[in-house]
């Protein structure tokens, strides 16, 4: 019979949570971008109420940019929420690696052996989420960098 590693217990709980602290700061910046977001929509639809005010046309652009403002802010939140779940699978994951290093010497395969399978399944919950969180991320910076092309190439015309 091979002795037991004592590195398995570490790895079962130390990569959950390193990842735990990859969403973390996934969610951090992605909170960050979703604030900026919203000040732009904020500071677009101010100028748009005072052109509006003022009798002025909104112009077209403005709309635009707004609809990919509204665009982004919402991939933005299904952003959150993947890395939500990601961190919550990652921290129970970690949670049920540590109760079941506790309880295999004591109860083999009784309580260990489920115990084992909810948190592998918790911890691949996780990843995808985080996968999926990070391709919806992919997706607002496509939009956000083609809506800083549209305004960037509006400014080289009016400066022409």
Do not use: K, W
């Not at 602290?21 to 748009?48: H, P, Q």
């Amino acid at each position: 019979m091979q002795a037991p590693n004592p590195f398995g217990a570490l790895s079962l709980i130390a990569a959950p949570a390193v990842l735990t602290n990859a969403c973390s700061v996934l969610i951090l910046s992605t909170a960050n971008r979703l604030a900026r977001a919203v000040d732009r929509t904020r500071l677009l639809t101010g100028e748009m109420e005072r052109a509006a005010s003022e009798g002025r046309p909104t112009p077209d652009g403005e709309v635009r940019e707004l609809a990919s403002v509204e665009r982004r802010t919402l991939l933005l939140l299904h952003a959150l929420r993947y890395f939500y779940v990601a961190l919550g699978g990652f921290a129970l994951s970690a949670f049920l690696s540590l109760i079941g290093a506790v309880l295999a010497p004591r109860a083999p395969g009784v309580l260990s052996r489920p115990m084992e399978v909810i948190a592998l399944g918790t911890g691949v919950v996780a990843v995808g989420a985080l996968v999926m969180g990070t391709l919806v991320l992919v997706r607002e910076t496509r939009i956000a960098v083609d809506a800083l092309q549209v305004r960037t190439r509006e400014a080289r015309a009016r400066l022409r």
